[in-house]
T-cell receptor
Framework: GAVVSQHPSWVICKSGTSVKIECRSL??????MFWYRQFPKQSLMLMAT?????????EQGVEKDKFLINHASLTLSTLTVTSAHPEDSSFYIC?????????????FGPGTRLTVL | DAKTTQPNSMESNEEEPVHLPCNHS???????IHWYRQLPSQGPEYVIH???SNVNNRMASLAIAEDRKSSTLILHRATLRDAAVYYC????????????FGTGTRLTIIP
């Protein structure tokens, strides 16, 4: 089956630093990847849609200069949280859509838990 | 996006069937009904999807009402590993690939 990995699985950083999270589709090519954020006891909120070779599309209210997304290849997308603050502490989850797949099925990564001190 | 309504929580005994309801009265003709579930501290995983006819796979069954305004996810024999939050999501067939997650139903399995 289609597998999506994320690295790191958890990270703790100091306020003001930047953190990069990687999302990889291990056994398939993904033209589109998605980034979600989930706060404790809440549902997933879509942050942005990442298309290979083009700029990401951000959801309303998500700062594109703070959450930098790069989708340089068909198997890798990265999310960089710049100048992280405690309110950015959250569970970040990526998903990938199978390129050429007949349905809009998305395969999710295991998530990255970010804690900003 | 058309919205879905699910109960906040449900409980079921282990090894018994579970019926998880979802209302989607504003569904359009091109919307597929998708179900995902999220186990604790993990990313969501796909469960099943359908358009009009009932669907079965190794994980679950999906029963869709004739008017498509509601659907039910059926776990035939719940195990402790099925304890998760289950999300019912409508996905347009016309290139809108976004998944809009509602609050879902938190399923608790009682040993």
């Amino acid at each position: 089956g289609a597998v999506v990995s994320q690295h790191p699985s958890w990270v703790i950083c100091k306020s003001g630093t930047s953190v990069k999270i990687e999302c990889r589709s291990l056994d398939f090519q993904a033209t589109t990847m998605f980034w979600y954020r989930q706060f404790p006891k809440q549902s997933l909120m879509l942050m942005a849609t990442s298309n290979e070779g083009s700029k990401a599309t951000y959801e309303q209210g998500v700062e594109k200069d703070k959450f930098l997304i790069n989708h340089a290849s068909l198997t890798l997308s990265t999310l960089t949280v710049t100048s992280a603050h405690p309110e950015d502490s959250s569970f970040y989850i990526c998903s990938a859509r199978l390129a050429g797949g007949p349905y809009n099925e998305q395969f999710f990564g295991p998530g990255t838990r970010l804690t900003v001190l | 996006d058309a919205k879905t309504t699910q109960p906040n929580s449900m409980e079921s005994n282990e090894e018994e069937p579970v019926h998880l309801p979802c209302n989607h009265s504003t569904i359009s003709g091109t919307d597929y009904i998708h179900w995902y579930r999220q186990l604790p501290s993990q990313g969501p995983e796909y469960v099943i999807h359908g358009l009009t006819s009932n669907v079965n796979n190794r994980m679950a069954s999906l029963a869709i009402a004739e008017d498509r305004k509601s659907s039910t996810l059926i776990l035939h024999r719940a195990t402790l590993r099925d304890a998760a939050v289950y999300y019912c999501i409508l996905v347009s067939n016309f290139g809108n690939e976004k998944l809009t997650f509602g609050t879902g139903t938190r399923l608790t399995i009682i040993p």
